[in-house]
């Protein structure tokens, strides 16, 4: 019996329940957010562990949240959403510095700053962007199975064959009962000839001329 041995991912995965748990810090800071925002008025704006935050900025980080939750379901989908965050956080970054004027030029400048950053958001952003990085290229905890392969019989070769069936003839021979052979019919000759004491006749085809 030979084994082979495979590779294998075992179970949960770490970055899975970093995922899960990126995910729900999302959903805890978007929720608190709207209990000082509120959701009425989109132009309020409020601060939270001294970032600043509006009803939209707070709706980002619930979706965002919400997203972490579903994609933690699979290794691979956890780390799309590490990939995910590392772009999306990344750009939104670099368009802190320009709303903020660490950058000198803006283009999106008649944008406005929508999720009313500030200057604690920017390092935060950043931060998150290195996480998700670091999500994306966890690697995967393995294991080693070893399973047990069935062993093939190997295909018999022409010549074992021949001798199977020969070998079968053989005993064929043997289990088949012997035949006695019949004598062949000699014809008479008229010394040897008997008369039917009946008719007093002699078959003449029985005669050996």
Sequence with gaps: MTHRVTVKVAGLQPVQMLAALAGIAFIVFGVVG?????????????????????????????AVGVLGLLMALGSGLAR??????????????????????????????????????????????LGLAIFGLLLAVMPARRKLIEEEEPVVPEPRSEAFREDRVHDERVRDERVEPAVSPVAPTQPITKQDAVVDPKTERVSKDTIRH
């Design 34 to 62: 709207f209990t000082r925002t509120g959701v009425g008025d989109w132009a309020a704006q409020s601060y939270v562990l001294g970032f600043s935050v509006n009803p939209l900025h707070n709706l980002v980080m619930v």
């Design 80 to 125: 799309l959403y590490g990939w995910l965050l590392f772009a999306g956080f990344a750009a939104l970054f670099v368009w802190d510095l320009m709303i903020t004027g660490i950058l000198a030029q803006n283009p999106a400048e008649q944008y406005g700053n929508p999720l009313a950053v500030n200057t604690n958001d920017n390092w935060l952003h």
